[in-house]
Every structure is written in structure tokens, then in C-alpha cells.
């Protein structure tokens, strides 16, 4: 991520958080935060209680960011963000949880004045995490139409162009799901899996070789010992946590999405 | 091939929920950074390293982002990083933990490090790779943080050893590792039984005296790597180390270990400038000297009393402190002294008493002032830093103690007070190690330690990385006393102090001697004749000479060969 990037990033969050921005400027801004983002970033939880038991006058911070230190005033005093800096790992985590569920509508005008129906599509943005002892993560994004079972890859940035809305726009309806919600997250759930299975594993093979052979370098220096100590299972078990092939799924973030029958 | 995939139910769970309360629900702009976020923090290739992308304020070294690169695609995540002192191995353990951080292969971290770093590893971590490393300071801490910063002897006692135990840690780094060569001691055993996913052992000397101490090191990280212990001493014990079989094993160790040599890595060292500074003795305290060197504790003898008699002459070269302090010892031990032995001692204790300064300390403090500057003082002996300490002061000049056995908040206060207060830090021995201490950059041994990598380790708590001016070093030797022929006959002709001795110990090594110091003492001590001690130092040193020309010879060889 371009500190540019970071900066732009970094605006967006506040602003969809209803924080004030006072002060926008190349290399820094300055933001006031609302009584919960200070609760959600400043981590500050005893002067928050101690203002709710004496029914103080609440005065949530005001922060300066620093995104780039060369187009910045030197007197200035503020956080350095950068990628990898604590505090924009504190917000990307916190962009996770406050995003993880969603529920839209697609808004668009009605042509002919009539009213237009709304298919729902459960859709799933997941990491999938390859692990031994080396790691690699693919991101796929998943959806399924639950009136016709149809399930589209890349759903994410399918829709991304798309006006949505949080609420039922007026001139629309929506239609009942014919496959529940839970039922769909299975389906999502085994059709990721397969299309995983599938996928080359020869990394899993080579960290398997690899655990082999120290495996048998392990029962090479314990050879000797008649009844094996509690160190020979330690050290086997540490080898285990260290090469075991594992695939991991996790789920982003998803929700519901109402689109028309032409949308995607 | 079959694998285990696991997926996580709780995001499918509460989502089912939310529709039942119908909300709350996302917004649709935080909602697409959530996913912009991800992409950006996805590890996209199991090979290459994450963490500098990550630091972008860290400014890491070639050698170093290379080393980190080699232990995470080629070792596994098990090395012994054994760079020179200096090279910033420190910097290297930091990458490497921040990768498997950063790709989610490790969570709870051990780093056990000697008792005088633990303040700044944990500061390093923090401030350098944002890495939130805790030091230990009560029992609690094992379980409420993640990554913990401590000494092996407080993690190794009780009440921590049961909850260190019980922690599943993902990663072990120690750091002085050499430390550990020995697999007799409770540290070994302590670490051995540690459970290690990934593992890093830190040692600017992975082997000082013996072959067998590379095969406890390595077997501590991957056993059997080297073979089982009896296999080993089969073939390298009294054996010496026959090149091919050293090739071999070289070649296996190299699997595990990373070595850079400040030569290789194309860093612009600043130089060291090596001063000799011949003390003359005073006629009380040659007197002493001489009554020292005729001095034998009683008619036995051996190894024993050749040792204590040459370390009584050392310390006659240091400070009639130091010899005070060891004869008032030797009296107290002996617990029927003979009447001819009281005597002795009485002669000497006169002779002590009649020495009225100490040439090396005026000659010291005449160097501290004209360098105004501050300066690290070495010594050999407690006494001899206490006497320096009350000296110093008598002529208005701030210096502080150092020793091995401060306690941790101790040794960071004493060189805060250094670099902020004092002038002079007085070092002994045990306090070398472990305190980096770039900004200064004049260092006066005023004894010699008889083991070169010791000497080496003084030199590089201030010759390393980060030093900008070039080091000054002076040595202190008294005239016509066993340390001016230490120092003359051997540390002078193999260039001790102007070269980058890194490969000083693969040489030593190499020659079989099993233990440089003793075999000193042998020479010193057991030869009747100081012509019979110049021959011998004088094949000491063309043999180490030789192993090194040895060496050089086949680099030159190997790099006009490719």
C-alpha cells in the first residue's frame, strides 16, 4: 500500500464512521473522533467509565495522522502511519468487524413504471490459508443465487459497479429465498472446499517430504535410548506443528445482496 | 493428496442471526475496504518475505535481508544465526519473527536472551518491528502476552518453568546461544525440552573451543541433523579434524547456519587503531611482582599451582587489589595453613603494603584526559574495577560499574548513566557481553583476558554496527611480566587487535587445541626457560598463522575458480 493509498484509505474510514475530518491535508490530516470511535481506537476504557459514573461532559480526542513526513510542517505533532505501523492494523481490524455483515438492494430507476423484483444472493468474501510451515493465502469471492442454486465466482467485483442501496428501493420487491440462508452457507462452504481439493498440492507433498526427513533424523538421534524420553515427543510434536499440510478457511465478511435478473 | 481443511462456523452463525434481528448491517463503503484490506494483506507466494514491505522505517542490510529470506524458504524456520559480531543478528532473528507473524505461522514467541539484553530486545522489537514483545517481570505475564521477552535463568527456575511449560510457543529465539554448547547443564537440558516449531539460535562464536559444542548447538535445534552423540564423537573425537571429514561436516552444519563474516557483506567498517602501551613498574611494585612470581602457595606441583601462581602474577600486572584479594582467599581456604605457608603470605601482604601507587592507573588517567572522550575500561578482576572506580574519582573523573552479575535493571541503568553521565565505563569480564555500547568508542584493556575471543567480544560491544568513528583500542601491558610476553609473543604477531578476526575460531578449531587458555598456562607456566616459552609461542603463533594463511589461500582459490 503507496502511503497516498494509506492516506485516502484512512479518510474513507473516518468519514464512513461519521468522524469530522477538520483538516485534510497532503502528507496529514487531522480528525475528531465521535464518543465511539474514540471507545473503538484510543483505547481508553477507564476515562470512558469513569465519565459514565460521574456523568461528565464526554470530549472524544482529536487525532493528527501523519501519512507522509516530507509534505508535513516539522513542528507538527502527530501519529506516523505507515503499512505495518500498529495503529493502521488497529483500524484495518477494525474495518473488518464493522463490515463483516451487509445486507443491500440493487437501486435502479424503473423504465416503464412498474414495480421490478429483486433476486437474493448470498455472498461470501473468504480467505482460503495454505499452511505448513510456510503459508499462502488466496482470496475468492463467492456467490449463490438462492432462488436457482447458481453460484458465481469473483462475485465481489461483479458488484462493485453496481448502485446499491440499503434499503428496499421503492419501485422493487424482493423475492423469497427458495433455499434458506443456512442451507446456502453450506453449499458455499462445500463448494469452496472442492474446488480446493482440486487445487495442486504439491506444496503439501514437499512439506510432507520435509517432515519426513526430520523425522527420521529425530529417531536417528534417539536410536539409542531404549524408552524414549519425554523430549523425543516433544520434539516430534513440535515437527507436527511445524509441517502438517493444513488448508484453512476463513470468512471475510458477506451478507445478503437483492440484485434484478440482469445485474450480474 | 489428502488434507485436513478446516473452516471457521462463527461468521455463518451470527450472520444467520443478524437476519433474525434483521440487522445491524454494514456499510457498504467500510464493507469494501474490509476486502481491499484483505487483498492487500493476503500472502500471495509461499517464497519471498512480507515483513519488509511491512517496515518500511527499517533500513535492513543486504546480508541480512538475505539471511531472513534463507531460514524462511530454505531452513524452515530452524537456524543457528551465527554472524559476526555486529552484523546485526539481532535485525535478522527481528525479520525472520516478523515474517512468520505476519503470515500467521506464529503467534507465541519465547525469547530468552541473557539477563543485561532483556530490556533491549524488548525495545528493539517494539520500537524497530513493531513487534509487541513483553518483558517478564511477573509471573502473570507467561500467560497474558504473546510474545515474551526473558532471561533462561529466571525462565528455567520455578514457579515460571511449570508455566513455560504449559505455554504452546510457536517460536524460540536464544540469543548467546553459545551458551549452550555444553549439554551437561540445566540450561541445555532447559532448552532442549522446549518445544520448538521454529527455532533460532543467536551466537557470534558458534564454536569457541571444541567440534563437540557445533554438534550440541545444532542437535538442540534439529537432532540427528548431525548424527546421534556417540556417532559424532566416533568420528570427530581425538581424531582431530581431517579436512575431508571437516568438509563434510562443514557442509552439513552450513544446512543449518547462517554465517556472515564482516569481510563478505560490503559494509564500510570504520577502522580499529591499535595502541601498545608499555607500563613500566615502579621498584614496590616489581618488587611484588617479583615476590609473586617466587611465590608457590605450597611445594606441590601440577596444573593447580602453575594456574594459581600465573594468575597471581596476572593480577600483580592489574592491581595489588586484585592480589590482595586472592591471597587473603587462598588463606581463608586453607584450613590448617603450615607456619612456613603463614610466613609466606605475611612477606608478601608486606609487599603489598609497600607498593604506594598504581603505574597503570596513573598512566590511565593521564590517557582518559587527554582523550576527554568517553572510554570503556576492561579488566580481568572485581578488585581491580573497584580500586579504578575510587581512583578515578580521586582525580575528578565520573565512571560507572559494570559487571556480569547486575541485575538486568541495574546493567540498563549503569549504561544509561555512561552515555548520559559518565565519562569512563569500568567493565569486568563477566560484564562484556551483552551491552552494546556504539557510541563510544575508545576501549583501554587494562589486562588481558588469555582467550582471543574473549578479547574479540570486548572489542565488539563497540566495534559493530552503528559505529561511526573507528575504534581506538589500547592495550595495557606491564613491562617484563607474563602479559607483555602474551601479549608481544602472541597477540601482536597474529595481528590479534587490527584484524577482523571472525574466522579466528574456525582456525583454532582447526588446530585442535581444545582449550587456548590452558594451553597457555602450559606455556607460560610450565616452561623453565623464557627462552623455551619464546620458542613455544613462537610455534603458537606461526601455526595459527599458517591455518590462516590456509584459509586464505583456498578463498583465493574458490573465488578464481567458479
Not at chain 1, 473503538?40 to 459514565?52: A, D, I, S, T
Not at chain 2, 579504578?388 to 559494570?402: A, D, N
Not at chain 2, 587494562?446 to 559493530?464: A, K, T, Y
Request: aromatic share 10%; with cysteine; hydrophobic share 40%.
Amino acid at each position: 500500500m503507496q502511503q497516498q493509498e494509506i492516506h485516502d484509505f484512512l479518510i474513507k474510514y473516518f468519514q464512513s464512521n461519521n468522524c469530522e475530518i477538520v483538516e485534510n491535508n497532503s502528507g496529514y490530516f487531522v480528525v475528531q473522533l465521535t464518543i465511539e470511535m474514540d471507545k473503538e481506537l484510543m483505547n481508553r476504557p477507564f476515562y470512558w467509565h469513569y465519565l459514565e459514573k460521574t456523568g461528565g461532559e464526554p470530549n472524544p480526542m482529536r487525532v493528527t495522522m501523519i501519512t507522509d513526513q516530507m509534505k508535513t510542517p516539522e513542528d507538527l505533532k502527530g501519529e506516523n502511519i505507515h503499512f505495518g505501523s500498529p495503529r493502521l492494523h488497529q483500524i484495518f481490524e477494525s474495518t473488518k468487524r464493522l463490515a463483516s455483515f451487509i445486507r443491500l438492494f440493487e437501486n435502479i430507476k424503473p423504465f416503464s413504471g412498474g414495480q421490478y423484483p429483486l433476486f437474493p444472493w448470498l455472498c461470501q468474501n473468504v480467505k482460503v490459508s495454505y499452511k505448513c510451515d510456510r503459508k499462502k493465502d488466496v482470496f475468492i469471492s463467492v456467490g449463490l443465487n438462492l432462488i436457482t442454486g447458481e453460484i458465481l465466482e469473483n462475485f465481489h467485483n461483479r458488484i462493485l459497479n453496481l448502485h446499491v442501496t440499503p434499503k428496499i428501493p421503492d419501485f422493487s420487491y424482493t423475492l423469497s429465498p427458495l433455499i434458506m440462508p443456512s442451507s446456502g452457507l453450506n453449499r458455499l462452504d462445500t463448494y469452496i472446499r472442492r474446488t480446493f481439493e482440486g487445487d495442486d498440492h504439491s506444496w503439501a507433498e514437499e512439506a510432507v517430504k520435509r517432515w519426513d526427513n526430520d523425522l527420521q533424523l529425530l529417531e536417528h538421534f534417539y536410536e539409542e535410548m531404549e524408552e524414549k524420553n519425554e523430549t523425543y515427543f516433544t520434539e516430534k510434536e513440535a515437527l507436527r506443528s511445524q509441517y502438517e499440510p493444513k488448508i484453512n478457511i476463513s470468512v471475510v465478511n458477506g451478507g445478503l445482496f437483492y440484485l434484478t435478473e440482469k445485474a450480474i | 493428496m489428502k488434507i485436513n481443511i478446516t473452516s471457521d462456523t462463527a461468521w455463518g452463525d451470527e450472520f444467520l442471526e443478524r437476519i433474525n434481528e434483521d440487522g445491524p448491517w454494514a456499510n457498504w463503503e467500510l464493507f469494501k475496504m474490509a476486502v481491499q484490506i484483505e487483498e492487500h494483506l493476503a500472502i500471495p507466494e509461499f517464497e519471498g518475505l512480507q515483513a519488509p514491505k511491512h517496515l518500511p522505517q527499517l533500513k535492513p542490510l543486504p546480508h541480512q535481508l538475505e539471511a531472513a529470506k534463507q531460514v524462511v524458504e530454505n531452513m524452515n524456520g530452524k537456524a543457528i544465526l551465527a554472524d559476526e559480531v555486529g552484523l546485526g543478528k539481532t535485525i535478522e532473528a527481528g525479520l525472520i519473527l516478523k515474517e512468520y507473524m505476519i503470515r500467521g505461522l506464529v503467534k507465541k514467541v519465547l525469547i530468552l536472551v541473557p539477563a543485561s539484553l532483556v530490556t533491549q530486545w524488548a525495545f528493539e522489537m517494539n520500537t524497530k518491528f513493531h513487534i509487541p514483545a513483553v518483558v517478564q517481570h511477573k509471573s502473570y505475564v507467561w500467560d497474558s502476552c504473546d510474545v515474551i521477552v526473558s532471561s533462561i535463568d529466571t525462565a528455567k527456575r520455578e514457579p515460571h518453568r511449570t508455566i513455560v511449560f504449559n505455554q504452546e510457543y510457536d517460536m524460540i529465539i536464544i540469543d548467546e546461544a553459545h551458551k549452550l554448547k555444553n549439554n551437561k547443564t540445566k540450561n541445555y537440558a532447559f532448552a532442549q525440552s522446549l518445544k520448538k516449531k521454529f527455532c533460532l539460535l543467536l551466537t557470534a562464536t558458534p564454536i569457541q573451543n571444541k567440534i563437540e559444542e557445533i554438534f550440541h548447538l545444532v542437535s538442540l535445534l534439529k537432532p540427528g541433523h548431525l548424527g546421534n552423540a556417540s556417532l559424532f564423537s566416533e568420528k570427530y573425537k581425538g581424531r582431530g579434524t581431517a579436512i575431508n571429514e571437516d568438509h563434510h561436516l562443514k557442509e552439513l552444519v552450513n544446512t543449518v547456519m547462517i554465517r556472515n563474516r564482516r569481510a563478505d557483506t560490503g559494509i564500510e567498517w570504520t577502522k580499529r587503531i591499535v595502541e601498545t602501551v608499555i607500563v613500566e613498574f615502579t621498584p614496590s611494585e616489581q618488587a611484588l611482582y617479583d615476590a609473586i612470581s617466587e611465590f608457590r602457595p605450597d611445594n606441590a606441583v601440577g596444573i593447580g599451582s602453575t594456574f594459581s601462581a600465573l594468575t597471581l602474577q596476572r593480577e600483580a600486572c592489574s592491581s595489588r587489589e586484585a592480589v590482595f584479594y586472592t591471597l587473603r582467599n587462598m588463606e581463608k581456604k586453607n584450613e590448617n595453613p603450615s607456619q612456613e605457608f603463614l610466613d609466606k603470605l605475611d612477606n608478601l601482604y608486606a609487599k603489598v603494603n609497600e607498593v604506594e601507587q598504581n603505574s597503570k592507573a596513573e598512566k590511565a588517567v593521564e590517557l582518559i584526559k587527554k582523550i576527554n572522550d568517553k572510554v570503556i575500561i576492561f579488566t580481568e578482576y572485581r578488585a581491580t574495577q573497584l580500586y579504578l572506580q575510587w581512583y578515578l574519582k580521586q582525580h575528578g573523573i565520573t565512571s560507572v560499574p559494570f559487571r556480569g552479575g547486575f541485575k538486568r535493571g541495574k546493567k540498563d541503568w549503569m549504561k544509561d548513566l555512561f552515555q548520559k553521565h559518565a565519562q569512563v565505563l569500568i567493565a569486568t569480564e563477566a560484564g562484556g557481553e551483552g551491552i552494546n555500547l556504539q557510541f563510544c568508542h575508545h576501549l583501554i584493556n587494562f589486562d588481558l583476558p588469555w582467550n582471543p575471543m574473549r578479547l574479540e567480544q570486548r572489542i565488539g560491544r563497540v566495534h559493530r554496527l552503528g559505529q561511526e568513528e573507528d575504534v581506538r583500542i589500547y592495550n595495557f601491558a606491564t613491562q617484563n611480566t607474563v602479559e607483555e610476553h602474551i601479549l608481544k609473543l602472541l597477540y601482536e604477531k597474529i595481528n590479534l587487535f587490527e584484524k577482523v578476526i571472525g574466522e579466528l575460531d574456525d582456525i583454532l578449531t582447526k588446530l585442535d587445541i581444545s582449550n587456548i587458555e590452558e594451553y597457555l598456562i602450559d606455556v607460560v607456566g610450565d616452561s623453565r626457560s623464557e627462552g623455551e616459552m619464546k620458542i613455544k609461542m613462537d610455534n603458537l603463533s606461526s601455526m595459527i598463522q599458517f591455518a590462516q594463511e590456509m584459509k586464505e589461500g583456498k578463498k583465493h582459490a574458490a573465488t578464481g575458480n567458479p
